[in-house]
T-cell receptor, first 110, second 115 residues
Framework: SQQGEEDPQALSIQEGENATMNCSYKTSINNLQWYRQNSGRGLVHLILIRSNEREKHSGRLRVTLDTSKKSSSLLITASRAADTASYFCAAYTNAGKSTFGDGTTLTVKP | KAGVTQTPRYLIKTRGQQVTLSCSPISGHRSVSWYQQTPGQGLQFLFEYFSETQRNKGNFPGRFSGRQFSNSRSEMNVSTLELGDSALYLC??????????????FGPGTRLTVL
């Protein structure tokens, strides 16, 4: 399996609910970044968490990082229909190489 | 501040042809990375340029090449196009890799279709 795998592959929730996506990676990282992509467009940067950080918040987003388990999670609270998109994690090594996961497709129903 | 721009946005080529895609990073950003996105393989790293030098390279054949100019603009070239090269090619820029300012910002992509 590839580094930077997301779980679940697809998630469908009602507006107002929370959405949690998980990401696993294989090698040591410098940082991990989460992105959102709408329908085959460019990626929008959401949040960066460094290897020495455990948790980070940005608005309705909360990201955690567990380097011992080589995993990260993205929590979107109080979801909105506009949050419908694909979400990707990308693991960045100290050498600067990045590996993206396959993404989680989130559908938020109004 | 303008975001990352990519040209052209859409491109149709035939097998055997070559193509050049262009990326202009955010002003002040010196690192440019290229990615290929396909339904089957997902997002795959092609290469990264910093200060006109290729800093990292992904696992793509030599038909894929790139360069960066002194103004940090970057181009990637694909020669002898194959059907499997049809993809969304994304460019991303950051201030400098491996620093505290290494958040990557992506452009809208170039959709390449090879017939």
């Amino acid at each position: 399996s590839q580094q930077g795998e997301e779980d679940p592959q697809a998630l469908s929730i009602q507006e107002g609910e929370n959405a949690t996506m998980n990401c696993s990676y294989k090698t040591s990282i410098n940082n991990l970044q989460w992105y959102r992509q709408n329908s085959g467009r460019g990626l929008v940067h959401l949040i960066l968490i460094r290897s020495n950080e455990r948790e980070k918040h940005s608005g309705r987003l909360r990201v955690t990082l567990d380097t011992s388990k080589k995993s990260s999670s993205l929590l979107i609270t109080a979801s909105r229909a506009a949050d419908t998109a694909s979400y990707f994690c990308a693991a960045y090594t100290n050498a600067g190489k990045s590996t993206f996961g396959d993404g989680t497709t989130l559908t938020v129903k109004p | 501040k303008a975001g990352v721009t990519q040209t052209p946005r859409y491109l149709i080529k035939t097998r055997g042809q070559q193509v050049t895609l262009s990326c202009s990073p955010i002003s002040g950003h010196r690192s440019v990375s290229w990615y290929q996105q396909t339904p089957g393989q997902g997002l795959q790293f092609l290469f990264e340029y910093f200060s006109e030098t290729q800093r990292n390279k992904g696992n793509f054949p030599g038909r894929f090449s790139g360069r960066q100019f002194s103004n940090s603009r970057s181009e990637m070239n694909v020669s002898t196009l194959e059907l499997g090269d049809s993809a969304l090619y994304l460019c991303a820029s950051s201030l400098a890799p491996g620093t505290s300012s290494d958040e990557q910002f992506f452009g809208p992509g170039t959709r390449l279709t090879v017939l």
